[in-house]
């Protein structure tokens, strides 16, 4: 099985940078995807991270390490439209029924603030 | 292009209804995941379709729960008997196999009221 942790609720500046923190216990890992979800909206696709390290794409970087079983979500120069909840969740390594599902955590309520 | 839709939006449901929810995944999307997410909560998996075979439905919460994708598009979730507890936003989910990321691509949800 999974338990994944990530902080409740954030507030951060429009303008500034945020980094929301994710640990997982895990008895198998197979990716790690960040997904961002508005209020009364689906959760819209961020990043996925397989390998150590940074992954950047325009204002959001996820970074990972699997020994530590930590990864961060940073978003800089935040928006106002950047409030939202943001879901860490883990795939589990390939189990033979052909299952990919995802264990999410139960999320982070950012909101940003003028 | 069109993404994964959802209907209905909202379901009220008396205690004891039975009710059935409706997925219409990405086209060509072989891979098709039912989430449940409680209010304050994350998704939590309850079901996972390769085409039309049901391979995974350990997340299924009680036998009241029912999924199927005969044709291996279109998916229903029944919900027999509904109870209090069912109330809750009932995510789908489509993706490629075979992609590199196996990205999930959500729908808007069902926000289901029981009453």
């Known amino acids: 099985g999974q338990n994944i942790d990530q902080p409740t609720e954030m507030t951060a500046t429009e303008g500034a940078i945020v980094q929301i923190n994710c640990t997982y216990q895990?008895?198998?890992?197979?990716?790690l995807f960040w997904y961002q979800q508005h209020a009364g909206e689906a959760p819209t696709f961020l990043s996925y991270?397989?390998?150590?390290g940074l992954e950047e794409k325009g204002r959001f970087s996820s970074f990972l390490s699997r020994s530590k079983g930590y990864s961060y979500l940073l978003l800089k120069e935040l928006q106002m439209k950047d409030s939202a909840s943001y879901l860490c969740?883990?795939?589990?390594?390939?189990?033979?029924?052909?299952?990919?599902?995802?264990?999410f955590g139960k999320g982070t309520k950012l909101s940003v603030i003028p | 292009g069109a993404g994964v839709s959802q209907s209905p939006r909202y379901k009220v449901a008396k205690r004891g209804q039975d009710v059935a929810l409706r997925c219409d995944p990405i086209?060509?999307?072989?891979?098709l995941f039912w989430y449940q997410q409680a209010l304050g909560q994350g998704p939590e998996f309850l079901t996972y379709?390769?085409?039309?075979?049901?391979?995974?439905k350990s997340g299924l919460p009680s036998d009241r729960f029912f999924a199927e994708r005969p044709e291996g598009s279109v998916s229903t979730l029944k919900i027999q008997r509904t109870q209090q507890e069912d109330s809750a936003v009932y995510l789908c989910?489509?993706?490629?196999?075979?992609?590199?990321?196996?990205?999930?691509?959500f729908g808007p949800g069902t926000r289901l009221t029981v009453t």
């Open positions: 989910a489509s993706s490629l196999v075979g992609g590199i990321s196996y990205e999930q691509y």
């Open positions: 895990t008895s198998g890992f197979n990716g």
């Open positions: 991270n397989v390998l150590d």
């Open positions: 969740a883990v795939r589990d390594a390939y189990s033979g029924a052909g299952s990919y599902q995802l264990t």
């Open positions: 086209s060509g999307h072989v891979s």
């Open positions: 379709f390769q085409n039309e075979a049901q391979l995974d």
